[in-house]
Nanobody
Framework: QVQLVESGGGLVQAGGSLRLSCAASGRTFSSVAMGWFRQTPGKEREFVAA????????AYADSVKGRFTISRDNGKSTVYLQMNSLKPEDTAVYYCAARNSILITLIVSRYDYWGQGTQVTVSS
């Protein structure tokens, strides 16, 4: 079992930045790949970014590439999502997720554990 707790969401103006954190517990952190997803009302949860267990490989959705950066600190069992140049369309509940593999995937259903989500609101 892995428990995940997100933090760092909030309200920010367009063009601003936020950093989300996700603290994990319950399993050797470096053995799980981590992902960030987001969801708005009435829409399916969508992939944002992912990082392998060792942190050497990352992947991003086209909509955030060049603006968002995923990273992890295995010593602190924490994964981060640095979000820069935020746009109103980035407004969503952001979730971190973990999967029982060191390899990343963009597919929602292949993640085994989820946090409770944190709201990010970008005003225009």
């Amino acid at each position: 079992q892995v428990q995940l707790v997100e933090s760092g969401g909030g309200l920010v103006q367009a063009g601003g930045s936020l950093r989300l954190s996700c603290a994990a517990s319950g399993r050797t952190f470096s053995s799980v790949a981590m992902g960030w997803f987001r969801q708005t009302p009435g829409k399916e949860r969508e992939f944002v970014a992912a990082i392998t267990g060792g942190g050497g490989t990352t992947a991003y959705a086209d909509s955030v590439k060049g603006r968002f950066t995923i990273s992890r600190d295995n010593g602190k069992s924490t994964v981060y999502l640095q979000m820069n140049s935020l746009k109103p369309e980035d407004t969503a509940v952001y979730y971190c997720a973990a999967r029982n593999s060191i390899l990343i995937t963009l597919i929602v259903s292949r993640y085994d554990y989820w946090g409770q989500g944190t709201q990010v609101t970008v005003s225009s």
